[in-house]
């Protein structure tokens, strides 16, 4: 079992870069973590360091509380960036989101580039594999589509994590919204297929990330 950071190193993950877990800190700091396989030190110029799938674990966790705490959108609940999966409360749509997607989607082609092993960009890399429904939801925000708010009647997207590995289904009441989203997540790279859910006769996408 891993031992647990130390109070500086979790410092340095907890200040890691929301969308593509690089990291800052001195060298030794870094040798640290990768030492204890939460970061791994890219292997060309600028030999950047990152998060492993581990140290995303660690910067998840939520901190111990004394009672159970209510279950709130990501964006809520830590603090820092992260895309609109739907269902949140009234979401800022102004000037300051709109700098902080494009900012968060230009980083998440930049560790496509630096990540995969051909240096592609027109594909999901590691990380989007482990965070299927946040990839997914950045790729809609991004492309300027609609999250849904907090009503559950409202329109606009809402990604959600499926029983199926490596898939996330989108639902959106407008048929033609709905295909749109399929649209921009196979541009973004993704496998995308429209399916109708048996009981309901609720038509969804379902989504995953390409691999080739």
Known sequence: MTPAPTAAQRRVIDAADPVTGRL???????AALVKRG?????????????????GHRV????????????????????GVFAARIGGEEAADTGPAR??????AWQ????????T?????????CGWERTHLVRAAALALEAAGHRPADADAASGGYRVRAT????????????PGALRACAATLEKAGWQAGEHTEPRTGTRYVLASPRRA
Do not use: W, Y
């Open 116 to 124: 995969n092993p051909d240096g592609a960009t027109d594909r999901p």
């Open 38 to 54: 939460l970061a791994f030190r890219h292997p060309r110029p600028p030999h950047a360091h990152f998060l492993t799938p581990a």
């Open 24 to 30: 800052k800190g001195t060298e030794a700091q870094l």
């Open 163 to 174: 029983p199926q590995p490596e898939a996330v289904a989108v639902r959106e009441p407008d």
């Open 98 to 103: 709109l700098r902080e997607v494009h900012s």
């Open 59 to 78: 910067r998840e966790a939520p901190e111990p509380e004394t009672e159970p705490a209510i279950e709130q959108p990501e964006a809520e609940a830590s």
């Open 107 to 114: 980083g998440l082609l930049e560790m496509r580039r630096m």
